[in-house]
């Protein structure tokens, strides 16, 4: 059951790089957020219930509920365009994100450690990648914060993947989650999208040497 | 301690954000520097003793403090003259004094920690203080730097955690789940190298970021030139020492394995292209901060290069950071009085210096000295001796590719720097420029001569830190 819903996370994966609006974007973060929550459910044995509390709130109601909706918020006060305009054209993403996953089940092969289950490392480190890629290739600011999002939620499948033995760690990654999307969308999303009004990564090139 | 420390600086901040009355902003700030001293003390009195079982005061956090609580001083004095001279509301100069309260406190914490997680959440404090620093002008060039800090530092933290998470799972292998570094080189035979090199690749590029190296430098070149000098001088030096401090500890643990000499090379790669990459934009940099900035970049590479070699090269990097610190923070808490005057940062439209202010001419002469390493400096005994490790490393070529480049560094260097002394800037109206007290500029020579002193003459108990720092390395 948890490889069904890892391999539809692969899938999601698939779906963002050749999806074109931003809408789909935040509806897809969304539905990973319930992916996670599902997971942690099934893979956690011994789960008690101020873990159960803490992660609730990570991947419902802060993962698929909170920051969509920010973000969608985002979107609609600051006129983004819908369009994601990516650099390289969705045929090119969707043959480099299959590049990727392809990459990492072959580097996971190679593993022997018993203890890991590979395909929590496949999932984990493809959406890692990904993400990255999403950042390097996209043009407005708030598809870098979904790239980061990505990236982060490839976090959290690593973590569960220790968590039975480390339930600290876990938690630790759930902290580093919030804290840092909320640093980034809370502060700077907001402020960014006062002062440059269509926000976009050329806009960002002032700082210069000369 | 420790404790104390903590509630206390973190009160201390809480308190500075919500006063806006001056009187009591300066008996805070002094409260802090008395917390700072008092915590360095106790550090020092109790070496290898360690407090609510996350931090040890060991040697090379002792050093750091004591490097820390010295930069502290000079520079909020500096941010007060900063900010006096340029008026802010406020609440934003209230919030820059708690930012900067708060990121010593943090950096401080950093170096005492003992775990690598405990680290890691310092590390995150960092970036949230020195966002705020950095976004004190609250224009869109500042937002921009902040931006890309903020950003690349959450993506390096990411990095990281996951270096964490696989190193927790290397160390599964040993049958342990504490993941204290003294846990780690106690179970350094156990760990399993496959994880074990996949935790190196991730911690050390997510530390990167703080370090100031290859492959994450550039968020901390926009940040150092935006956020405000004094704040810019913590950024240079004390941070990039956190980021140090977070290599150096999880390099002992990978150096009690037999992944030694694959940890050398990663690092020697890294350190050689920050070298090279420096090198090339210190030719090309006309704005000043940022040519100071780059000048970090170098000496973080000339760290690693020592670390890299070995031998005597660990005594003189740790030796290195710590003159750095001093001599950088000198420079940036100089760069605010050579803006009063010019009321600009480019190089076009800079110079004649010693006209206008002597005694800052002579910092940024001697700071110049300083930072190129020539005699007598003390960066010069720190270099010679990185030099001398990678001589006796048989890495020749590698040394010789990295003089040629610190040749040119000086080059590009000097230039702008006789530049900005002597030769008068073109169309520069002079009727307006401030007289600066001498006295500003002091406590710049006092770090410098205290970068001369501690490398030409160390003390024999800062000798003994400093090899006691470096004694669980293997030679």
């Known amino acids: ?210 | 301690m420790i404790g104390i420390y903590l509630i206390g600086a973190f009160s201390i901040a809480l308190a500075l954000f919500l006063n806006r009355n001056k009187t009591i902003t300066f008996i805070l700030l002094g409260l802090f520097l008395i917390l700072q001293g008092a915590l360095t003390i106790h550090a020092y009195l109790n070496l290898h003793t360690t407090e609510l079982s996350y931090f040890t005061y060991d040697s090379l956090a002792a050093l750091l403090l004591f490097t820390l609580s010295i930069i502290s001083i000079p520079g909020i004095i500096h941010s007060h003259i900063y900010l006096e001279d340029q008026p802010a509301p406020q609440e934003s100069r209230a919030i820059y004094y708690a930012a900067y309260v708060l990121l010593l406190s943090a950096i401080s914490a950093g170096y005492l920690a003992n775990h690598i997680a405990v680290i890691w959440i310092f590390t995150e404090i960092t970036t949230l203080s020195a966002s705020a620093l950095i976004y004190h002008h609250r224009n869109k060039l500042a937002l921009e730097g902040t931006w890309k800090y903020v950003f690349i530092c959450a993506i390096s933290i990411t990095f990281v955690f996951i270096g964490i998470l696989f190193l927790s799972l290397s160390l599964e292998h040993a049958g342990s789940d504490d993941l204290s570094f003294k846990n780690l080189i106690a179970n350094s035979s156990k760990l399993n190298p496959f994880w074990l090199r996949l935790a190196f690749l991730f911690i050390f590029t997510g530390f990167t970021a703080k370090l100031g190296l290859v492959p994450m430098f550039t968020a901390g070149i926009d940040a150092k030139d935006k956020a405000p000098a004094p704040a810019g001088a913590l950024l240079s030096s004390v941070l990039m020492n956190l980021g140090f401090v977070g290599v150096f500890r999880f390099y002992i643990v990978v150096a009690n394995t037999p992944l030694h000499h694959w940890a050398n090379l990663v690092i020697g790669i890294a350190a050689f292209l920050s070298v090279f990459i420096a090198t090339v934009y210190m030719i090309k940099v006309k704005n000043i901060k940022r040519m100071m900035a780059y000048s970090g970049l170098e000496h973080m590479g000339l760290v690693m290069l020592g670390i890299a070699a070995g031998g005597i090269g660990y005594y003189a990097a740790i030796l290195h950071i710590i003159l750095h610190a001093f001599v950088k923070s000198s420079l940036f808490f100089q760069f605010t009085q050579l803006y009063r005057v010019f009321q600009n940062k480019s190089i076009y439209h800079v110079g004649n210096y010693f006209k206008y202010n002597t005694a800052g001419a002579m910092v940024l002469l001697l700071g110049f000295i300083s930072a190129t390493a020539m005699p007598p400096s003390g960066l010069f005994v720190s270099e010679f001796l990185i030099f001398r490790s990678m001589f006796e490393a048989h890495q020749i070529i590698l040394l010789v590719a990295v003089l040629l480049l610190l040749t040119m560094i000086i080059w590009a260097f000097g230039k702008s720097i006789m530049k900005i002394l002597f030769i008068p800037p073109v169309g520069f109206d002079d009727s307006h420029v401030p007289v600066i007290s001498p006295w500003e500029s002091s406590s710049q020579f006092i770090l410098l001569a205290l970068a001369v002193y501690l490398g030409l003459n160390p003390p024999a108990e800062f000798v003994q830190l400093i090899k006691e720092s470096v004694m669980m390395l293997p030679n």
Request: charged share 15%; glycine share 4%.
């Open chain 1, 1 to 210: 059951m948890i490889d069904v819903l890892l391999i539809t996370f692969i899938i999601t994966l698939f779906y963002m790089a050749i999806a074109n609006r931003m809408l789909t974007y935040l509806k897809v973060l969304a539905f990973q957020g319930v992916l996670l929550f599902v997971v942690v459910f099934l893979q956690l044995q011994e789960i008690n219930p101020v873990n159960l509390a803490l992660i609730l709130l990570e991947t419902i109601v802060f993962k698929s509920v909170a920051v969509p909706l920010f973000m969608a918020y985002v979107l609609k006060r600051n006129n983004i365009t819908r369009e994601s305009e990516p650099f390289l054209p969705n045929f090119v993403s969707l043959i480099i994100t299959t590049f990727i996953v392809v990459v990492t089940i072959l580097l996971a092969n190679g593993i022997n450690d018993t203890r890991l289950d590979k395909i929590f490392f496949v999932v984990a480190l493809s959406s890692l990648f990904t993400g990255l890629y999403f950042i390097a290739t996209r043009r407005k600011i708030i598809t870098h914060v979904i790239g980061y999002l990505i990236i982060e939620n490839g976090v959290f499948v690593l973590s569960l993947a220790v968590g039975n033995e480390m339930p600290m760690l876990v938690n630790l990654g759930i902290m580093l989650d919030i804290f840092a999307s909320v640093l980034i969308l809370g502060i700077f999303l907001n402020k960014i999208g006062d002062v440059f009004k269509d926000i976009d990564v050329n806009q960002l090139s002032s700082l210069k040497d000369y």
